[in-house]
T-cell receptor, first 111, second 116 residues
């Protein structure tokens, strides 16, 4: 079946360092979404990418959708302690209305 | 932004009892609601998708007779865990999607269920 994978599983960085998480799908995606879940909280929608090769920026966050629409990345420049949490990518399940979530990348930022 | 609430936020029950969890969209009409289960430090696992006024679509491996879902209105969906057992202990999260921002899911705060 369809699988969405993410690497790394965990990432520890010093405050101010950059961070990147990668998302790979076993199938081509019509779109991909990114969510952030703070410890003890619920997932919060960050962004959706639709076009092949699309790049979107939100302040220090840069999101990219691969040309083949099977992979995506989230890059955070100069991490801050407020960036701590788990970042999930999610892709539509077989072009249906629900989404398959990746396992997430847990980011910890040391002050 | 759109707000989704869940009630209760935390529940402890004895094995064999049933527990009902409510998910409400507070400021928008949710045409579709999703129910997820999340184990500690793991990803969200979709359990079922429900559209208002129709039967829920369950993911493979999820027992529909054990996890009863009702989506009676555009602002309320309920998940009932019937005859709960300790292995049902988990974090249950709902999300809702409306007509305004069709692709964006708004998540509830989650319900932590502990079955003794």
């Amino acid at each position: 079946g369809q699988q969405v994978m993410q690497i790394p599983q965990y990432q520890h960085v010093q405050e101010g360092e950059d961070f990147t998480t990668y998302c790979n799908s076993s199938t081509t995606l019509s779109n991909i979404q990114w969510y952030k879940q703070r410890p003890g909280g619920h997932p919060v929608f960050l962004i959706q990418l639709v076009k092949s090769g699309e790049v979107k920026k939100q302040k220090r966050l840069t999101f990219q959708f691969g040309e083949a629409k099977k992979n995506s990345s989230l890059h955070i420049t100069a991490t801050q302690t407020t960036d701590v949490g788990t970042y999930f990518c999610a892709g539509p399940h077989n072009y249906g209305q629900n989404f398959v979530f990746g396992p997430g990348t847990r980011l910890s930022v040391l002050p | 932004g759109a707000v989704v609430s869940q009630h209760p936020s935390w529940v402890i029950c004895k094995s064999g009892t049933s527990v009902k969890i409510e998910c409400r969209s507070l400021d928008f009409q949710a045409t579709t609601m999703f129910w997820y289960r999340q184990f500690p430090k793991q990803s969200l696992m979709l359990m079922a998708t429900s559209n208002e006024g129709s039967k829920a679509t369950y993911e493979q491996g999820v027992e529909k007779d054990k996890f009863l879902i009702n989506h009676a209105s555009l602002t309320l969906s309920t998940l009932t865990v019937t005859s709960a057992h300790p292995e049902d202990s988990s974090f249950y999260i709902c999300s809702a999607r409306g007509q305004v921002s069709y692709n964006e899911q708004f998540f509830g705060p989650g319900t932590r269920l502990t079955v003794l």
